[in-house]
């Protein structure tokens, strides 16, 4: 059966929901700035944001208990990251059995992806196979904190009214690694989003 998408719920056509559609579900929101998710706890480094815990995800263990969210989210964050393998292993320690992953970051052939000086990684939409228990690539061991792939998409995660965007998307889709080695030099998309649940 497959399973209930919340980046859905979230990335609307309209944008990143202003209200709280996920009632009862207990969110952090990583690298919240001065947006951070309606009802969430905010985390980010800087003091003058919206955060409710100010630490940076460089220095491990974050200060949160074991499996005490279900939804992790992080919007074009990730790619501040130094720590990916210390990231990933405090989302898995805090996240609940079952938790979910949100993740958008810029394309890598995006300008925004190298717009902010910022930037430190760079994704496609392999780079986070590392993390996935059903990838091969999981078998490098780079990480113990492992995730299942409920959801991938290229650019924003809800649907075009365009259908030339609509096939396009459906394209891309099916065809990722033409698309991320050739067709992207062309047409890049802005920004790549995947929804994980946590293993454990």
Known sequence: MKKESWVKKIYTRN?????????G???????????????SVGMDVVKESEAD??????????????????IVFT?????????????FGEVSRILKPGGRLLVQVPYFRSIDAYTDI???????????????????RSGYHYS???????????????RSRNPLVRF??????????????YLSLLLPVP??????????
């Open 15 to 23: 944008g990143i929901v202003r209200d709280n559609t996920l009632f």
């Open 118 to 136: 910022t930037h430190k990684r760079f994704f496609t939409s392999r780079t986070l196979d590392y993390f996935l228990i059903e990838s091969k």
């Open 191 to 200: 920004c790549l989003t995947w929804e994980l649940e946590v293993t454990k």
């Open 75 to 87: 919007n074009h964050f990730l790619e501040h990251v130094d720590n990916q393998l210390g990231f």
């Open 168 to 181: 396009f998307k459906w394209f891309i889709m099916r065809h990722p690694k033409f698309y991320d080695q």
């Open 53 to 70: 815990i100010v630490h940076n995800v460089e220095n491990t263990p974050w200060p949160i208990e074991d499996n005490s969210y279900d």
């Open 144 to 158: 113990k904190s492992l995730f299942t792939k409920i959801g991938f998409w290229y650019g924003w995660p809800s």
């Open 25 to 39: 579900i207990k969110v952090l929101d990583i690298g919240c700035g001065q947006h951070k998710f309606p009802e």
